[in-house]
């Protein structure tokens, strides 16, 4: 009997949501995106610290070890999710998604996980809804939700960021690129409801800050590592718009904001990046 493809995520304990009169519906919002991930035809396993409560149906892992001290929450590590997930994968490809998507039965998602072959990683973007009733929305441009790869593709791979906070959906596939995989990036087709629980500019930053010290080291002199060293330092090839904002960033009343101007410089360029080094696919 042939498995289904593996779906791997960190279900939080609640999930607060609210419709479009204000009334609270995250349970019920939660419940319907674990649904959705088996009418899809997945088998989802939620990876949580084993600090946290766990109330739901779906087969869990527990790590010992999160990140409460930096995020304030007992968020996993990236790197533990992929080594749990590559071993209980047992050789399928699997997916890695964030706990809040709800997939719909005719997205044909399944059948993509299955095709997938070794050296090859699909990435997607969400499509934000304004109430779960909605189908149609707005892609989410800023990042990813929704990855498959083969588990031998991840093997080894050592990070710090943190799965589910900002940033792990940029280093993830990038670093995938240097390691060879070719990348497919597929239509926007998971719903996600759109929610105001934000991260905190200092955790995001922070780790933002996290991110440009392992893709530095992981890039090298390569095509992104290139990329990346243009953001940073606000090359953009004209001379004298360049030496204009040198000097303009360094005013003590410009200084302190360019940490924040220079991340989203390094977020836009990831994004670009990753969609001209995409295949893309229906």
Known sequence: MTLPPLL???????MPRLDTIGED???AYQQNCIDSWHSAG??????????????HSVRMIPVW????????????????MLTIAATEAKGRPFVLTNADLVFPPTAG????VKALRPGELIISRRIDIDSPACYDGIPYH????????????????STEMVFGAPWWDHLFPLIMYIRGCKIYQSEATVLHLKHDERWEWQVWEALGQRFLVEMSINSNNGIYGLRLRKAVERRTGRLVSDLIYNIWRRLPKHAA???IRMLHRVSEANLSFLDEASQHID
């Open 109 to 112: 998602l399944t059948d993509r």
């Open 42 to 55: 997945f088998d989802p396993l939620s990876i949580n610290s084993i600090n946290e409560d766990y109330p």
């Open 8 to 14: 791997v995520t960190s279900l939080p304990p609640r």
């Open 65 to 80: 070890r999160d990140t409460s001290t930096m995020t304030g929450r007992p968020h996993v590590y990236l790197e533990d």
């Open 257 to 259: 904001g360019e940490s």
């Open 25 to 27: 519906i995250g349970l």
């Open 142 to 157: 800023c990042g990813f939700d929704f990855f498959a790869i083969h588990p031998n593709d991840v093997f080894g791979l």
